[in-house]
């Protein structure tokens, strides 16, 4: 079954550092754009960051400088490095497949909820 | 950047009716590579259609898409009660700076 899951989310202060794992299974994240997507609480969806298949990466002008997409081949795992957060960054955070054939995200996963408060 | 804006915010139609929702770009979307996603409280989106009007796996035919350029509809011919939910435009001309919608929602008269 080709499934995300995302782990990693909690309460963290401002000025914190958090990482977010997304273990992908039923296809290689390796082989994919894969993206993360964030939804602040009552807010609607903002992409954040992609990490392309050539190891090219792309963000969102307001977290650049401040989060890191990065994956790990032998876990099948992508990854959201996030530091110097603020409260802004409070989200349900998703990974999602980019299909570059459809030109979509397809495959979602379930999101998990990244606090920023004191 | 492109800005896409859906109207209307908010829709309230009973089952069986038709619902149109749109979205409008800011500029035109380079290739017509404009998606809409449906999102249902406390789950994650799921796509509905991808390049303006092809349905996605498994979403059934009384979701249709259309449009092209700067101006998008996203239709659902007749309303089961599972289609009240948050729907999101979201287009990927740009790429790799993507942009969504502010959402359109759905609700039961």
């Known amino acids: 079954e080709v499934q995300l899951v995302e782990t990693g989310g909690g309460l963290i202060q401002p000025g914190g550092s958090l990482r977010l794992s997304c273990a992908a299974s039923?296809?290689?994240?390796?082989?994919?754009?894969m993206s993360w997507v964030r939804q602040a609480p009552g807010k609607g969806l903002e992409w954040v960051s992609v990490?392309?298949?050539?190891?090219?990466?792309y963000y969102a002008d307001s977290v650049k400088g401040r989060f890191t997409i990065s994956r790990d081949n032998s876990k099948n795992t992508l990854y959201l490095q996030m530091s110097s957060l603020r409260a802004e960054d409070t989200a349900v955070y998703y990974c999602?497949?980019?299909?570059?054939?459809?030109?979509?995200?397809?495959?979602w996963g379930q999101g998990t909820m990244v606090t920023v408060s004191s | 950047e492109i800005v896409l804006t859906q109207s209307p915010g908010t829709q309230s139609l009973s089952p069986g009716e038709r619902a149109t929702l749109s979205c409008r770009a800011s500029?035109?979307?380079?290739?017509?590579?404009l998606a809409w996603y449906q999102q249902k409280p406390g789950q994650a989106p799921r796509l509905l259609i991808y390049?303006?009007?092809s349905r996605a796996t498994g979403i059934p035919d009384r979701f249709s898409g259309s449009g092209s350029g700067t101006d998008f509809t996203l239709t659902i011919s007749r309303l089961e009660p599972e289609d009240f939910a948050v729907y999101y435009c979201?287009?990927?001309?740009?790429?790799?700076?993507?942009?969504f919608g502010q959402g359109a929602k759905l609700e039961i008269k």
């Open positions: 979201h287009q990927y001309g740009s790429s790799p700076m993507y942009s």
């Open positions: 039923g296809f290689t994240v390796s082989s994919n754009y």
């Open positions: 990490l392309h298949t050539s190891g090219s990466t």
């Open positions: 500029e035109s979307v380079g290739g017509n590579y």
């Open positions: 999602a497949r980019d299909n570059p054939s459809f030109k979509a995200f397809d495959i």
């Open positions: 390049g303006a009007s």
